[in-house]
């Protein structure tokens, strides 16, 4: 790769690589994955930015993101059972703080399609259509996995909390 193709490609990790972590956090849930995780997208991007450099490398990242996430995710399920995270008591729901917690914990226990669908939709803003286009899947099942998944995050923080919480995502 020339200088330029370099200089360009640097460009777009300075210019997006915040964003693209917290992508991979909010699929993941854990800190160092979510490293690796871009780590491994930003590789596999820098092999092909020859092609994808014209185009917007964003969504392309994103999806490497996601199809990572997922199918580290079925990896480990198929080693080991996954513990599901319990909210804690409703007293410690009080606060901001104590409901991200449980949100987040929520979101973690959520399978990862569902995860990626609400991480897509909700934290980036993505339309159905481009959520869609990302996972390689139809809208009618971002619908679906959105339903399902906002249905289990309400649950677990309860009704009136999810509204104020899930209402605001998208600020």
Known sequence: MSD???DGFAAFV???????????????????????????ALERTYQHWDRVRYDNPEPYVRRIIVNASISRARRRAIMRIIPMHTPPESAARETD???????MDTLRALPPRQRAV?????????????????????????KSQASKAL???R?????????????NVRA
């Open 4 to 6: 330029a193709e370099d």
């Open 14 to 40: 300075a210019a997006r690589g915040t964003s693209l972590l917290r992508v991979a956090y909010l699929a993941c849930g854990d800190e160092k994955e979510a490293e690796d995780l871009l780590q491994t």
């Open 97 to 103: 703080v104590d409901l991200r917690h449980v949100l």
């Open 118 to 142: 609400v991480v897509l939709r909700y934290w980036e803003d993505l339309s159905e259509t481009q959520t869609a286009e990302i996972l390689g899947c139809s809208t009618g099942t971002v």
């Open 151 to 153: 249905a289990k995050l």
């Open 155 to 167: 649950a677990a923080i309860g009704p009136e909390a999810a509204e104020g919480v899930i209402g």
